[in-house]
């Protein structure tokens, strides 16, 4: 076999990076390999760093693309660069975006598809999912999304989807959270700070490092509900820790990475992972 810097290794049938920076703590490699695995799929998966700028990301999915690179993950901070390059792209008619990730602004997986570089977000559906997963039915639930920034953004539509009866998103900058709920134009969303939650939640997600900072919560004493979800992982939470103490079922968001990931590698392969019992 022959291989070179300047060529994929030619012995694996697929072959996958992930953009991001920093990117040496991604588990997306190891988690790839696993879901190949399973489905008997001979994949070469590599991180992949890039400097922070548009054209670096560009000229690194480019590269990887004309090198035969078969899909592409994107984490922080190109997400939304991922976005801008297939929506230019998609002016000639070169570029594709799914729902989701036009939905969302952001992009985290790329392929190319029809011929087209195709943009796709999966990782509000690989959240909705791993609540599914946990036993969570969203049908006719009141949820609550805290922060407003991208990742509340991804997961919006999933939730809907989902049919939810309420999605309150709540915001430390509440002005944030309103744009949010003004693009959405569902009369199911509602929006507020961190302190003014409705009374009775069904299902609360943090798509904040608000628990991180080891600032006291600003959430009122009162305040409980049946499900929290911490879309971190891997690191202690204050928000599950504040909930678990109310005697909530509590998740982090391993599963999230798992799901969304799964999603992609089904859109890479046309393989679908089997991700009960998963462990990777
Ligand atoms: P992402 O793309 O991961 O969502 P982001 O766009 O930087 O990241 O958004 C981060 C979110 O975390 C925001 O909603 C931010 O609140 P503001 O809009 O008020 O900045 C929220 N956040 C971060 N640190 C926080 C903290 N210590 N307390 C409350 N909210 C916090």
């Given at each position: 076999m022959h291989t070179s810097i300047l060529s994929?290794?030619?012995?694996?049938?697929?072959?996958?990076?992930?953009i991001g920076n920093p990117i040496a703590h991604s588990k997306s490699p190891e988690l790839h390999q696993s879901f190949a695995k399973q489905t008997g799929l001979n994949i070469h998966y590599a991180r992949q760093l890039c400097p922070n700028d548009f054209?670096?990301?560009?000229?690194?999915?480019?590269?990887?693309f004309n090198g035969g690179g078969t899909g592409l993950?994107?984490?922080?901070?190109?997400?939304?660069?991922?976005?801008?390059?297939c929506q230019t792209l998609s002016q000639t008619n070169q570029g594709n975006l799914s729902e989701y990730a036009l939905v969302a602004g952001a992009v985290n997986t790329l392929a190319i598809k029809d011929g087209k570089l195709y943009g796709d977000n999966t990782d509000?559906?690989?959240?909705?999912?791993?609540?599914?997963?946990?036993?969570?039915?969203?049908?006719?639930?009141?949820?609550?999304?805290?922060?407003?920034?991208?990742?509340?953004?991804g997961a919006i539509l999933p939730l809907l989807n989902a049919n939810v009866k309420s999605l309150?998103?709540?915001?430390?900058?509440?002005?944030?959270?309103?744009?949010?709920?003004?693009?959405?134009?569902?009369?199911?969303?509602?929006?507020?700070?961190?302190?003014?939650?409705p009374n009775n939640v069904d299902v609360i997600i943090n798509a904040t490092s608000i628990g991180l900072s080891g600032e006291k919560l600003p959430f009122n004493d009162d305040l409980t509900t049946d499900f929290a979800y911490d879309m971190m992982y891997g690191k202690p939470s204050a928000f599950l820790d504040f909930f678990k103490?109310?005697?909530?079922?509590?998740s982090d968001g391993l599963g999230m990475l798992v799901n969304q990931g799964a999603l992609s590698f089904e859109l890479w392969t046309g393989e679908k992972v089997n991700l009960t019992d998963f462990t990777f």
């Amino acid at each position: 076999m022959h291989t070179s810097i300047l060529s994929l290794p030619t012995s694996a049938d697929y072959h996958f990076i992930v953009i991001g920076n920093p990117i040496a703590h991604s588990k997306s490699p190891e988690l790839h390999q696993s879901f190949a695995k399973q489905t008997g799929l001979n994949i070469h998966y590599a991180r992949q760093l890039c400097p922070n700028d548009f054209d670096s990301f560009v000229a690194v999915a480019a590269s990887f693309f004309n090198g035969g690179g078969t899909g592409l993950n994107i984490t922080v901070p190109f997400k939304e660069m991922a976005f801008e390059l297939c929506q230019t792209l998609s002016q000639t008619n070169q570029g594709n975006l799914s729902e989701y990730a036009l939905v969302a602004g952001a992009v985290n997986t790329l392929a190319i598809k029809d011929g087209k570089l195709y943009g796709d977000n999966t990782d509000g559906r690989g959240l909705v999912a791993d609540l599914r997963s946990k036993g969570v039915d969203l049908d006719s639930k009141n949820v609550v999304i805290l922060g407003a920034g991208g990742a509340t953004r991804g997961a919006i539509l999933p939730l809907l989807n989902a049919n939810v009866k309420s999605l309150h998103i709540a915001n430390r900058t509440v002005e944030k959270a309103e744009n949010l709920a003004k693009m959405f134009d569902d009369n199911r969303i509602t929006f507020s700070n961190l302190t003014d939650l409705p009374n009775n939640v069904d299902v609360i997600i943090n798509a904040t490092s608000i628990g991180l900072s080891g600032e006291k919560l600003p959430f009122n004493d009162d305040l409980t509900t049946d499900f929290a979800y911490d879309m971190m992982y891997g690191k202690p939470s204050a928000f599950l820790d504040f909930f678990k103490a109310k005697n909530a079922n509590i998740s982090d968001g391993l599963g999230m990475l798992v799901n969304q990931g799964a999603l992609s590698f089904e859109l890479w392969t046309g393989e679908k992972v089997n991700l009960t019992d998963f462990t990777f």
